[in-house]
């Protein structure tokens, strides 16, 4: 995307690899609010887009554009999504998606169509706010906003960060991860009282929800992970978490 119409080099350039969309006009503040996400270093990045009054803007007013090879816009492209709101945002959801599923019909030329389609985008699987502590869970619990978005849970200070404090990759039982109700003994310093512990093969994560509903939903939404075998493009992503700084 650029930040002027006139600008020569792009601000940023987002991988149609990893590059999701999803309407989130509750979040955003905006009844036709987009947030966009792909992967920048290895790390989520956030962009949240509004239409309004006849212009497509980001939330600190820059302008995106999509550029579509020739080759491409001859692909078959998926039955657009229909969602309420203008016009606008919508196209360019659609849009976003027909992009992936071009990208994803090249990378698996074997997949049909209803194989595909689900991948074109996806919903996070649950967010809001949690108390975290560090990794040696003496420091004081401190209240952050969560993404579960597929096997990545990310913190924020703000919703509308646009990077994650921190991530926890949430890999399959089979490989050493547990999802367990409360804390472990003699926990101290959290202001919740509904507490979860997610066990990975190096460290535990220690969370404290404020309501015991928000409690049972975030293990629910954890314990999905935990219970699908993980694909093999997971393991990489696993790795990498391993050996991040």
Not at 74 to 80: F, G, I, T, Y
Not at 87 to 97: G, K, T
Not at 170 to 187: A, D
Request: aromatic content about 14%; proline content about 7%; charged content about 25%.
């Amino acid at each position: 995307y650029f930040n002027r119409n006139d600008a020569k080099e792009p601000k940023a350039v987002m991988k149609i690899e990893h590059l999701n969309a999803t309407f989130q006009p509750a979040k955003i503040g905006h009844p036709h609010g987009l947030q966009v996400t792909y992967l920048k270093d290895n790390s989520t990045r956030n962009i949240f887009i509004y239409h309004e009054d006849g212009k497509t803007c980001l939330s600190y007013k820059i302008r995106i554009f999509i550029k579509i090879a020739p080759s491409e816009r001859k692909a078959s492209w998926p039955r657009p999504q229909q969602h309420q709101g203008h016009r606008e945002i919508v196209d360019w959801f659609n849009a976003l998606r027909a992009a992936r599923f071009h990208y994803l019909q090249v990378a698996f030329p074997g997949a049909g169509d209803a194989d595909l389609v689900p991948k074109l985008s996806r919903n996070y699987l649950k967010e809001g706010y949690m108390e975290k502590t560090g990794p040696k869970q003496t420091e004081g619990f401190r209240k952050r906003w969560f993404t579960m978005d597929d096997r990545r849970l990310m913190y924020f200070k703000d919703p509308l960060d646009a990077f994650a404090r921190g991530e926890v990759f949430i890999g399959s039982k089979e490989s050493g991860y547990t999802v367990l109700h409360g804390f472990p003994p003699s926990t101290q310093g959290h202001h919740w009282p509904h507490g979860i512990t997610i066990v990975t093969p190096d460290r535990k994560f220690l969370f404290a929800c404020e309501t015991e509903s928000d409690q049972r939903e975030w293990v629910a939404a954890f314990q999905k992970a935990v219970d699908r075998p993980m694909l093999p493009q997971e393991y990489a992503v696993e790795a990498h978490f391993k050996h991040k700084p």
